[in-house]
């Protein structure tokens, strides 16, 4: 009923810069929050930064400054622009929405991407 497809991920010397993008499709009636969040190996999952469908963005401690989340509320799409990439930023990194889907009697649901790697080299 609903994908998110993330893209953007790679591998970038530290220093750089990566894009990710997230589009979600399907039988979308609304979207409220569309976020980031990243697993490195042996590590649990944690939010990177998330935006509220009116541009409202929040960031965990270790990315503000680096990172910029934003949307296009005509595409559905969420993107994180990463600049100032660290080795500790290496993680897969998922894309996640608060969606009301176009169906009687939907409620709002949380889903996610399948995930894109992104690894930073020293």
């Known amino acids: 009923q609903v994908q998110l497809v993330e893209s953007g991920g790679g591998l970038v010397q530290a220093g750089g810069s990566l894009r990710l993008s997230c589009a979600a499709s399907g039988i979308i009636f609304s979207i409220n929050y569309m976020g980031w969040y990243r697993q490195a190996p042996g590590k649990q999952r944690e939010l990177v930064a998330r935006i509220s469908r009116s541009g409202n963005p929040n960031y965990v401690d270790s990315v503000k400054g680096r990172f910029t989340i934003s949307r296009d509320n005509t595409k559905n799409t969420v993107y994180l622009q990463m600049n100032s990439l660290k080795p500790e930023d290496t993680a897969v990194y998922y894309c996640?929405?608060?969606?009301?889907?176009?169906?009687?009697?939907?409620?709002?649901?949380?889903?996610w991407g399948q995930g894109t790697q992104v690894t930073v080299s020293s």
């Open positions: 996640n929405a608060d969606i009301l889907l176009k169906v009687s009697g939907s409620r709002w649901n949380d889903y």
